[in-house]
């Protein structure tokens, strides 16, 4: 008998072995703040933290990279830069994003210092999608849902008591391929924004979705809106600021002529 043949059923036996694990295992936690190890996300959370004593800030943007992307200082996002500039000088508008951050990630960065003394007017959360990953999905992935969820929840109740007078527009998590190219992540999506939803009071937290803009009934991304299937393009950041500039302007008024937000901050590691 070949070898091949020998081991079939011992590699089927562990992998259902592996399922079985995996089933069994406790979902992750997403209210527990952890943070994060790699010494470039270390630097990072440093000049984030002295960011926010600097300049007036009256619109506090967090979250991940696609929050971060949009108002960071790296030369290959300098496009997304003056898209932030053109909507958004004049409001004192600062970015808090950092790049592959989980919900857990978030939490210990606002529970770290990164929203001490701010004092922010309105604030824009948007996270959970490094929470979902890549992976294909079945069906809905109602660990992930409570994970994030649970995680978003706990950020809001740092930012309630850390920034009190603040408004909080809760963004809905934004749609994304799998890695295989497919939609089969949006029913988990459509999932968490459902529950994040019902969670907004709609006064001191404001549910915002603008998935309709950038995909379609089945899920699938509009041409243009993505740069990768994930990370929102110029024209994707549009989208998203024509859905915040209404909401800015009855809680801030117009923009006015000067803009005294803190510079905006890199990568670290792109730094010389």
Request: one cysteine or more.
């Amino acid at each position: 008998m070949a070898e091949g043949a020998l081991t079939r059923p011992l590699t089927a036996a562990f992998g259902l072995a592996c399922a079985a694990a995996l089933a069994a295992a406790p979902a992750e936690r997403g209210d527990q703040p952890v943070p994060r190890t790699d010494r470039n996300s270390q630097i990072a959370h440093t000049q984030l933290v002295e960011k926010a004593s600097r300049g007036r800030i009256d619109i506090y943007f967090e979250g991940d990279s696609i929050t971060r992307r949009w108002g960071a200082s790296d030369v290959q996002y300098r496009a997304f830069l003056l898209n932030w500039r053109r909507n958004f000088f004049g409001w004192n508008a600062a970015d808090f994003g950092w790049g592959g951050d989980t919900v857990q990630n978030i939490l210990w960065r606002v529970e770290n210092g990164e929203l001490d003394d701010v004092h922010p007017k309105v604030i824009v959360l948007l996270g959970g999608t490094n929470n979902l990953g890549a992976a294909p999905r079945q069906s809905v992935d109602d660990a992930v849902a409570e994970e994030v969820t649970s995680g978003i929840g706990a950020i809001i109740a740092i930012m309630r008591r850390k920034a009190p007078e603040a408004v909080i527009v809760l963004m809905g998590i934004t749609p994304r391929r799998d890695r295989a190219g497919g939609a089969t992540l949006m029913p988990t999506v459509a999932a968490i924004n459902n529950r994040l939803a019902t969670s907004a009071d709609g006064r001191t937290v404001r549910f915002l979705n603008i998935n309709q803009k950038l995909a379609d009934a089945n899920g699938v991304l509009v041409a243009g809106v993505t740069v990768d299937g994930l990370h929102l393009s110029e024209a994707g950041y549009q989208i998203w600021a024509d859905a915040l500039k209404p909401v800015f302007t009855e809680i801030l008024g117009p923009p006015v002529a000067i803009d005294l937000a803190p510079p905006p901050t890199g990568d670290p590691s792109a730094q010389p």
